[in-house]
């Protein structure tokens, strides 16, 4: 530790920051613009000015920028010298004579760190009586909004763009006091990350476009900490509500997982909780008319609910205590899985892993400390995007070490850049296609999946001789894996990264002895895993049979009614195959929150809540348990979450009429009492009767202005707020004012610091954890419980076969998530259907680039037009997964060719 002096005043700290953050974990108010945690310091606002002194004796001292100064034992500074305070406001008073006075109508306006910064300086009174400048704006694309006269020059933007997340597309024009932030001409940003311009930039200049579709402003919206619902990698979010609608979705800080950001999908994904196409009353398709009250439901389903003649079918989008629940209905021996037994057993050789203890599966933060990464089979820009952010953060760090040689600290950006050059970590991708990785990768691999894996266990191989290797490689392909495994070898922190995207079995096994062969006494190598949902970890450790099980009995004829838990199956497998399944089933129960064509087959369809009115735990790739709250009680009181009509069904078959039904116990505390895998999913929140001085945490902000104005159109009595018994939040402004545990923090707000940019006041040190450790339990064992044992199912070499392809699905971050589809700019973004071919595939089928070709998979007929990859392998074909259009298929599968006129 070094000791400082501010102002006369000794502070014990840590070496080697800069003294403005180092300022804001002291709790020292000090404004800023350019410098932002995750991107480190370039002092070109000029806006955090300290006074620094050469040592206790010296009363004149020297302004300097505090972002651009390293902390030392023995300094002595001062925040508060007049000098200083007199050019912070003389800075910020520069930066706002162009700045439009628009706040009344601005997105930002409450919101606002250029707000915040401006109160802090005391600058109230503009001077400024000459013309503005102005600029033309420019349309964006459907997530981002662009204002360009509000611009103070911070840089914030393309450093994040261009810098940060490798966009190409953003970039800054011009020179001197006309400098501008845009693209080159009008045209959709490319980034999967865009969306996170609204938060970086600390003025308006780049706004979430989705709110303002319905704006509302940040103090008037009701807020609570969320799980992101698009991806199995569970990043933090907070989601906001007005008007019994979903409004926002922002970044939540957690230092272990996604950190200060969140992609696109993430962000701009959650308009299916406000669509057309919920489910919004119960109906009783046997009865005339089919709405169904909540008696007659229950009359209804107590004439077939029964353990002998009942299973229920589990979903990989659904909470923890959803998918329990229906255990508990049907009975464990009745309880499947709803994902296809290619995905069930991809997912149990994932377990498997994990559960040995003899590899580490890290965090998305713990991913950017990695000096070599190694990913097989996934194109993880569209399959997990934030993992694909860190790949990228990591690549680029690890030139950085030279830097401490020559006494560069870490935050000084600019110097890092510059020394840095192009030089970048190793990294290599193994993928049937390009990938935007690819950039950054030691001559990226266009592989079969099936000689992926080859190539994975050669590598493993050339790491322990005790590994089983292939026969019959090449000698590139041998010396190839030579060069990967010398260096995973030297590195210090290694990574393999792998996943189901290709539901290749074999991908994974190689990426496993890899890892084993990497681990040692003294380390365990870190692995990866990318897999298909929110949740699919938590259904997997269930430990259910899959659908094809399911299907098995149904044809036996022993079953008269499938409960399927948000679960639309036609996604799960091939039409037929369905269609089939449905047909053997007398009574088929849905629980689901939007109509599709599972609910389309429904004799009783029940309407559920989505996760923001509903309270659920899930768990991530890392196997890290996470708890997700309810933001607001919805109008429609059908819109119950799945857990409490599933447990309701249970008391009701146990002789409880509907009128004497109680809200369920503990169900995770139930959960790990049964099934020990589970401990410690139960503890990732305080539960409902947490109190911070006999007082709930509120989930609207002290500010909240609107709730005796919102219905005052129909009644000008306030009608009383709903009561949650279920959590220790609270609908309403009043509660605890202090600062919350962090698994509760439903926003960040401090005074004075009304943005975002207040996370800094929650934070144990600025960049770190959060005060009292980042939310969330990690489930699976960091000390070895199994014998190590590698894996040998190695597969032959792949061979095309004559009028047939393999056929890949190929992940969109736009599209192939089945919820974000239904958000119109997400919708916007995704990609038509089409069949990618190598060019002599193309040349043997005598088509060429956008030629119309059959496509013929299981019992599916398809006519797409035809996009020719070059690096794909012969004898592979790749289409969009589960895009609209596109789904309804069995995988893995092939397919065969032929030149269409359709």
Aim: proline letters at 6%; one cysteine or more; hydrophobic letters at 40%.
């Amino acid at each position: 530790m070094a000791t400082i002096y501010i102002d006369h005043k000794a502070y014990e700290v840590t070496p080697g920051k800069n003294v403005l953050e180092t300022c804001l974990t002291l709790g020292f108010d000090l404004p800023y613009f350019c410098w932002h945690p995750a991107m480190g310091s370039v002092g070109a606002c000029r806006q955090c000015a300290i006074k620094l002194f050469k040592d206790e004796d010296d009363t004149k001292g020297r302004l300097v920028m505090s972002c651009m100064e390293t902390v030392k034992d023995n300094m002595y500074l001062s925040v508060e010298d007049p000098a200083a305070r007199a050019f912070r406001a003389q800075v910020i008073e520069w930066l706002m004579t162009n700045h439009p006075h628009d706040c009344a109508v601005c997105d930002e306006g409450g919101s606002c760190h250029l707000q915040d910064m401006t109160v802090m300086t005391g600058h109230n009174y503009r001077r400024f009586q000459f013309p503005k400048r102005s600029y033309k704006n420019q349309y964006l694309g459907p997530f981002i909004n662009h204002e360009m006269n509000r611009c103070i020059q911070c840089y914030r933007c393309v450093r994040f763009y261009k810098d940060y997340a490798g966009g190409k597309d953003l970039d800054v024009f011009a020179a001197h006091n006309h400098v501008y932030f845009g693209r080159a001409e009008d045209g959709i940003l490319e980034s999967e990350f865009s969306g996170n311009l609204a938060e970086v930039c600390p003025t308006g200049v780049f706004t979430d476009k989705s709110l303002k579709a319905h704006y509302t402003r940040k103090w008037d919206m009701t807020m609570a900490p969320s799980i992101c619902q698009h991806c199995s990698l569970g990043c933090n979010v907070i989601a906001g509500e007005r008007y019994g609608e979903l409004r926002q979705i922002t970044n939540r800080y957690n230092g272990a997982v996604n950190g200060y950001f969140i992609c696109d999908r993430g962000r701009f994904g959650y308009e299916f909780v406000n669509n057309i196409n919920r489910i919004q009353q119960p109906l009783v398709r046997a009865q005339i008319p089919d709405a169904a009250d909540k008696d007659s439901l229950y009359r209804q389903l107590a004439k077939i609910l029964t353990k002998d003649t009942t299973i229920g079918i589990a979903s990989p989008r659904a909470s923890l205590e959803a998918n329990f629940a229906l255990r508990q209905l049907v009975g464990k021996e009745n309880f499947y899985q709803g994902v296809s037994e290619a995905e069930a057993q991809l997912m149990r050789n994932i377990l498997l892993t994990l559960n040995s203890g003899h590899v580490h599966s890290p965090s998305l933060k713990e991913t950017e400390t990695a000096d070599a990464v190694f990913i097989l089979g996934e194109d993880l820009t569209n399959s997990a995007p934030m993992l694909a952010l860190a790949v990228r953060q990591a690549i680029r760090k690890a030139p950085f070490e030279k830097a401490a040689e020559i006494s560069i600290p870490t935050w000084h950006d600019a110097a890092l850049r510059e020394l840095a050059q192009e030089e970048k970590g190793a990294l290599f991708i193994a993928y049937p296609t390009k990938t935007k990785l690819d950039e950054l990768a030691d001559k990226p691999l266009h592989l079969s999946p099936d000689e992926i894996a080859r190539l994975g266990y050669t590598v493993a191989a050339q790491l322990n001789t005790n590994v089983p290797a292939p026969e019959g490689l090449s000698k590139h392909s041998l010396k190839l894996a030579k060069q990967i495994a010398g260096i995973l070898k030297k590195a210090k922190n290694p990574l393999i990264i792998c996943g189901t995207s290709l539901f290749n079995e074999a991908i994974i096994s190689a990426a496993t002895n890899i890892a084993l062969a990497l681990s040692g006494k003294e380390k365990k190598a870190n692995l990866s895993f990318v897999i298909p949902e929110c949740n699919s970890m938590g259904l997997a450790m269930m430990d259910a049979p899959s659908l094809a099980h399911a299907m098995e009995v149904l044809e036996n004829g022993d079953v008269d009614t499938v409960v399927v838990l948000e679960n639309d199956l036609y996604r799960r497998g091939g039409k037929g195959e369905i269609d089939l399944l449905f047909n053997h089933c007398r009574n088929l129960v849905v629980l689901d929150h939007l109509h599709n064509e599972t609910s389309n087959k429904a004799s009783i369809l029940i309407p559920v809540a989505t996760f923001a009115e509903a309270d659920g735990t899930i768990v991530n790739n890392e196997g890290r348990a996470q708890r997700f709250f309810q933001v607001f009680s919805p109008k429609n009181e059908n819109f119950r979450e799945s857990w409490r009509w599933l447990d309701e069904f249970r008391q009701f078959q146990n002789g409880i009429c509907p009128e004497e039904l109680k809200a369920p116990e503990n169900l995770l505390a139930e959960m790990a009492h049964l099934m020990p895998q589970f401990k410690g999913a139960d503890t990732v929140a305080p539960d409902a009767d947490f109190r911070i001085s006999g007082q709930k945490i509120p989930r609207e902000p002290h500010r909240y202005s609107g709730r005796t104005a919102m219905l005052a159109n129909i009644n000008v009595s306030e009608p009383k707020p709903p009561e949650d018994h279920d959590s220790a939040l609270s609908f309403t402004m009043e509660g605890y004012k202090g600062m919350p545990p962090a698994p509760l923090i439903p926003f960040f707000w401090a005074p004075g610091w009304n943005s975002g940019q207040s996370v800094n006041k929650y934070q144990a040190e600025v960049g770190g954890s959060l005060r009292g450790g980042d939310p969330g339990n990690r489930l699976f064992p960091e000390i070895s419980v199994a014998e190590l044992s590698y894996r040998n199912h190695i597969p032959s070499p792949f061979i095309p076969s004559p009028g047939e392809w393999l056929m890949l699905p190929l992940s969109h971050i736009f599209g192939s998530e089945e919820l974000s589809i239904y958000s119109p700019g997400i919708n916007e973004r995704c990609p038509k259907p089409y069949i990618a071919i190598n060019r002599k595939d193309a040349k043997d089928l005598n088509t060429a680039e956008n030629d119309i070709v059959q496509l013929q998979i299981q019992d599916q007929l398809y006519f797409l037009p035809v996009r020719i990859m070059e690096e794909l392998p012969q004898g592979l074909a790749g289409i969009p997964y589960q895009i609209p259009g596109l789904t309804g298929i069995s995988w893995p599968a092939k397919g065969t060719l032929t030149k269409g006129n359709t």
